[in-house]
């Protein structure tokens, strides 16, 4: 069982440069979230999902957009690539409201030069 | 407004010695959840533990244990006997009942030294 696989693990953008990450999850989750973690901090809620085609935006949702055209996967785009969206990026999904036991991919760290 | 904190940036500890690492957390809903994540050296994010409002027990699981305290708004966690591999970013949160989204706190940074 993969659970939640980001890819790409490492990436390195120019300024002004678009890129995707890419997040599934083979758990049949309903919710799926996008956080950045920025050195000494806790995560920050970029945008989540409720489901195929239901997306919201979270505490920290400007320059990023995302999809939920499938249960299994949640891609967060990055339009106009700016040195402030250096971070490392985790992507989770979790059952239903009640447990909200929320499990987290590997992360993606990227860098903008 | 919802709120966690992890006053402890960092705690270095001895091997074998006990550690606690606190978190207060501020909410206005009865019913809402805490939890506990690690974050060890390779990055990704594991699930401790999750505990609801109604209940206080103290939990215990080989050499982790959790005290909940309503009363102070505290869910501290506690290692017991610690080892190298317990070196890690412990992360708390918080979620409120009808919102499933996390609020984290800063976490707290375990160096064990062998």
């Known amino acids: 069982n993969a659970g939640v696989t980001q890819t790409p693990k490492f990436r390195i953008l120019k300024i002004g440069q678009s890129m995707t990450l890419q997040c599934t999850q083979d758990?049949?989750?309903?919710?799926m979230y996008w956080y950045r973690q920025d050195p000494g901090m806790g995560l920050k809620l970029i945008y989540y999902s409720v489901g195929a085609g239901i997306t919201d935006k979270g505490e920290v949702p400007n320059g990023y957009n995302v999809s939920r055209s499938t249960t299994e996967d949640f891609p967060l785009r990055l339009e106009l690539a700016a040195p402030s969206q250096t971070s490392v990026y985790f992507c989770?999904?979790?059952?239903?409201?009640?447990?909200?036991?929320?499990?987290f991919g590997a992360g993606t760290r990227l860098s903008v030069l | 407004a919802q709120k966690v904190t992890q006053a402890q940036t960092e705690i270095s500890v001895v091997e074998k010695e006990d550690v606690t690492l606190d978190c207060v957390y501020e909410?206005?809903?009865?019913?809402?959840?805490l939890f506990w994540y690690k974050q060890p050296p390779s990055g990704e994010l594991v699930f401790l533990i999750r505990?609801?409002?109604?209940?206080?027990q103290n939990e215990i699981s080989g050499r982790y244990s959790w005290n909940f305290q309503k009363s102070t708004s505290s869910f501290n966690f506690t290692i017991t006997a610690s080892q190298v591999v317990d070196s890690a970013v412990y992360f708390c949160a918080l979620s409120e009942a009808g919102t499933y989204k996390y609020i984290f706190g800063t976490g707290t940074r375990l160096k064990v030294l062998a």
């Open positions: 909410t206005r809903d009865t019913t809402y959840y």
């Open positions: 758990m049949n989750h309903n919710y």
């Open positions: 989770a999904s979790s059952w239903d409201r009640a447990k909200n036991i929320q499990y």
């Open positions: 505990r609801n409002s109604f209940d206080e």
